[in-house]
Each structure stands twice: as structure tokens, then as C-alpha cells.
């Protein structure tokens, strides 16, 4: 997953058990962002479906992955001390967009990105589900569209 995302032009950043979180237009901007991101989310579906291919025969079923886009303000830098200082984003975004990827359970869905990243990215998303919700600790809502398929994202990401 770290290699479709800097093969997109993003910088893999934290790693949680199975989940990574992944940062996207630092040095571009948030449209160019916005759009490597989507770009990463393509390959990485399609790297995991090969990965689940070529493991056929031990597993029980293929292989899931839900991924949450989100784009905003965020304070990016160096956190931490010395050999554990590494380059991250903390802020109402990075929380939104991990509530986000939360809710590709519920929704069943291979991506769950908001209406604001999909616009920045000049993604046409008026063809997947429409949701308004209000995200835990934040008091406005979000409106997001849910994608079960990356392969029916228009084919220029």
C-alpha cells in the first residue's frame, strides 16, 4: 500500500495495526492533492485485489479495504523526539477523514470520500449515494458520497 501511495505522489505517514494514514498534497496543494489521493485509493483496491488473487487458496475470502478521503486545514510538521520524529498532520481533518474510513463498514462501500475532496479533485461523484452526517466532535456536518466500486470513478484518476 506504502508504494501505490507514493507511486500517487502521497507520503505514507502512520501505521495502525491494518490501517495507514496517508498525506497528500503537501508539497502540491490540495486540488493536485486531492486527486493523488483518489489515484492511491484506485491502486491501492487494485493492488489488494491482487494480493487476494494470488492468495486464493489461503484464504477463506478475499481480502476488504475501506478507505476514507478527506481535505482541509490541517498542521502538518516534525513531531516527536529524536529516532520516533516523523513528518504527520493532526487536526479536524485528519479526524474527519478517519471517521470517514470508519464508515465504509456501515455503508459497505470501498470508499467514502467528502463532497468537498471529490470538488477540489474535480471528481464527478453525482452518481454514488449521497449521506448529510454529523461526525463525532465536530458540530457541522459532512456530506460525503459512498463509492463501492473505485473502478466506476471516472477514468482520468
Known amino acids: 500500500m506504502s508504494r501505490a501511495i507514493e507511486k500517487a505522489g502521497g ?14 498534497g503537501v508539497e502540491t496543494g490540495p486540488a493536485k492533492g486531492c486527486r493523488d489521493a483518489i489515484a492511491a485509493a484506485k491502486s491501492m483496491v487494485r493492488e489488494l485485489a ?12 478475499p481480502l476488504l479495504m475501506g478507505i476514507g478521503l478527506h481535505a482541509g486545514p490541517a498542521i502538518v510538521g516534525r513531531m516527536g523526539h529524536g529516532v520516533a520524529m516523523y513528518l504527520t498532520a493532526v487536526g479536524d481533518t485528519v479526524n474527519v477523514a478517519s471517521r470517514l474510513q470508519d ?6 462501500c470501498q470508499l467514502v470520500i467528502s463532497e468537498a475532496t471529490a470538488q477540489r479533485a474535480d471528481l464527478d ?3 454514488f449515494s449521497r ?8 458540530s457541522e456536518p ?9 473502478d466506476k470513478l471516472a477514468r482520468q484518476f
Open 11 to 24: 507520503i505514507p505517514n502512520q501505521f495502525t495495526g491494518d490501517g495507514i494514514m496517508a498525506l497528500f
Open 50 to 61: 491482487a494480493l487476494s488473487l494470488a492468495l486464493a487458496d489461503e484464504l477463506a475470502e
Open 103 to 108: 464508515l465504509t463498514k456501515q455503508y459497505q
Open 125 to 127: 461523484v453525482t452518481g
Open 131 to 138: 449521506y448529510e452526517l454529523t461526525v463525532r466532535n465536530r
Open 142 to 150: 459532512v456530506a460525503i458520497r459512498t463509492i463501492d466500486d473505485l
